[in-house]
């Protein structure tokens, strides 16, 4: 037992189960330490010989000043002859999930539910979890009261989206006439994912015991492997060939190219602004990416394309949309029509990003350094503090988008690995030290691209 201060509560461990820390000054009051990692303050008291808890709130939100303030006025009502705990539980006891989900909106669109990397959820993906609440888990479940959840409940959840019952044509804000939900493995994955997040936040705000969701069997998102082969960007490349020649599809093509060749995701090319762009560094520095800041190396081709289309731009963005200073926002329609009923049909922008670190790894470079060419985690943690690129990393890029444009434009490679025999590692090197070295046997400085 200890004084519940903030010095305690930071350095409260992580373990397997669940555990308390008791405070010594006020008895019954204590912090719950989760196996996630999350802490929240709580009282526990005896009413009518029994055992109760009641959760005053989350580390965080509360502090263990304000905490201890709550837990001596509920102690006090306890003193009266008050069951608190009993009286919350009548109060969410009839909690639907329809109420749930809406209380988790309302904290997620207050920046209090946290995300991945410990930092709130980025308000695209508070846009994407919003549809996956209203086009799927309401209309399955929604009237249901949240204490009556049973796993066997969220695994007809997963087997109803797998089977299309949530399937739809809707109206959508963003894109003009309708957008088709769609079911399938894949949304159901990521949709009972969303389900568990939202039942564990239950649990944290006391409404029930346990998560019902835990433990459930999900089925592995095929959409995620899906690479272009060799023969598939050739026909990407002839696609958007054809697509050019249309003017309504000129810059979407250009933002789809630019994805292929950058192993960017979608958000980030179509969102990317001029101030991002650093073609002297040969990299974009991404104010606002999945993992925050972050910096891409890219090749030549997206290097001299930048600089090209720089010469006369206005505007804060490298892809601009129509009257307002604002990003392109015709990608999604624009995609849909140029692939639907091509043989790339189902193809997505991910496939793109996906293959990008594919065909990196066909070519023989190293997880980390394909991890920190497309702002995985693995590259992040040191992504976000460079200036000035590793020479070997721009080579990389260059390597890799030069190859892919070679595949767009049709061109047929011999061979799509390195050769790490020892003839030919020597006569590379020996190419190396030759030019290095002037007519009167003097080393020079080797040209390189000018770093930020």
């Known amino acids: 037992m200890a004084k519940l201060t903030k ?6 461990g992580i373990r397997d189960k669940d555990y308390f820390i008791w405070d010594d000054e006020l008895p019954g009051f204590g912090l719950r330490v989760f196996a996630s990692g999350k802490r929240s303050y709580l009282i526990q ?36 002859g008050d069951n608190p705990a009993e009286e919350r539980q009548l109060d969410h006891k009839a909690v639907t999930v329809k109420e ?57 959840v997963l087997k109803g989206i797998m089977a299309g019952k949530t399937r739809a044509s809707v109206k959508t804000k963003k894109l003009r006439g309708k957008a088709i939900v769609r079911g399938g493995a894949g949304t159901a994955t990521r949709t009972v994912g969303l389900l568990g997040g939202i039942l564990t936040y239950a649990v944290e705000s006391g409404i029930i015991e346990r998560n ?8 592995k998102d095929n959409v995620r492997n899906r690479r272009l082969t060799e023969a ?50 040969s990299c974009l520095r991404l104010e606002d990416s999945k993992e925050g800041v972050s910096v ?26 129509q009257d307002e200073d604002n990003a392109f926002g015709s990608f999604p329609n624009h995609w ?51 200036h000035t690129l590793d020479t070997a990393l721009i080579m990389a890029a260059d390597t890799i988008s ?15 690995a390195y050769a790490l025999d020892r003839k030919s590692r020597r006569a590379a090197l020996d190419r190396f030290l030759q030019s290095a070295v002037s007519d009167e046997g003097h080393c020079e400085e080797m040209p390189t691209r000018k770093a930020a």
């Open 336 to 386: 849909e029509q140029i692939f639907k009923e091509s043989p790339l049909a189902g193809v997505t922008p991910h496939v793109l990003r996906h293959s990008f670190a594919s065909i990196a790894n066909d070519l023989g470079f190293t997880e980390v350094t394909i991890a920190a060419l497309v702002g995985h985690s693995k590259g992040s943690v040191t992504s976000k503090y460079i």
């Open 402 to 416: 030069g190859y892919i444009q070679g595949l767009l434009d049709g061109i047929e490679f011999k061979q799509t």
């Open 232 to 281: 598939e960007y050739r026909t990407l490349g002839q696609m958007l060939r054809e697509a050019a020649a249309i003017k309504k599809y000129a810059m979407t093509v250009d933002i789809i190219r630019q994805i292929a060749l950058t192993g960017c995701r979608r958000s980030e090319i179509i969102g990317l602004m001029w101030s991002e762009a650093d073609a002297d560094g």
């Open 296 to 321: 891409r190396p890219v090749g030549l081709p997206v290097v001299e394309y930048l600089e090209e289309r720089r010469k006369g731009a206005t505007g804060t963005y490298v892809f601009p949309g």
């Open 45 to 80: 008291y005896r009413s009518a010989g029994r055992t109760r808890r009641y959760t005053i709130g989350l580390h965080g939100i509360w502090t263990p000043e304000t905490a201890r303030q709550e837990a001596k006025v509920q102690l006090g009502r306890v003193a009266g």
């Open 212 to 219: 019902p969701a835990h433990g459930i069997k999900r089925p």
């Open 100 to 156: 749930l989900c809406a209380l988790y909106l309302n904290d997620l669109k207050a920046g209090l539910i946290i995300g991945k990397g410990g930092r709130p959820k980025k308000t695209t993906t508070i846009v994407t979890d919003t549809g996956r609440i209203e086009r799927h888990i309401l209309p399955l479940i929604g009237a249901r009261r949240v204490k009556d959840l049973t796993k066997a409940d969220i695994n007809k």
């Open 7 to 12: 010095r305690v509560v930071d350095a409260a």
